[in-house]
């Protein structure tokens, strides 16, 4: 049965509750970790469009994505985190560029290029939990 748009909004919607409710009662790690879940999932639905011919530029995936990114590095602890924190922000702003990249170019290998990255520190942020 193909989805139709009243299933997709009810989706969304109930993903929307799920995560509301699972952040009121997150630590900061976990609330960071929740953060890659949704820059993978954002990232993800770009590539997939990309894969598919569509555009991805001025689309609700692209915007999310560079606020999370731009959010992470604005949210970083330089006093606290010294030489991590001033990797990350070097490595969010990497992140951002190759996903400015990939979106100008519409190019789905881009879009996989930068999952990569964002699997890879979530991967570790998950290890601190």
Do not use: C
């Not at 952040?23 to 997939?48: H, I, Q, R």
């Not at 070097?90 to 100008?104: C, F, G, P, Q, T």
């Amino acid at each position: 049965m193909p989805a139709t748009a009243s299933i997709v909004r009810a989706t969304g919607t109930y993903r929307r509750l799920q995560q509301e409710s699972r952040a009121e009662g997150a630590d900061p790690v976990e609330l960071v970790a929740m953060l890659y879940d949704e820059l993978e999932t954002a990232v993800g639905v770009l590539e997939s469009m990309a894969r598919q011919g569509q555009r991805v530029s001025a689309t609700d995936p692209a915007h999310r994505a560079r606020a999370i990114l731009i959010g992470l590095d604005a949210n970083l602890d330089h006093s606290a985190g010294g030489d991590v924190a001033a990797a990350l922000s070097r490595v969010y702003r990497s992140m951002r560029r190759k996903l400015d990249e990939a979106i100008a170019a519409n190019r789905e290998d881009g879009f996989a290029e930068v999952l990569d990255g964002i699997r890879t520190i979530a991967e570790a942020w998950r290890q601190l939990r």
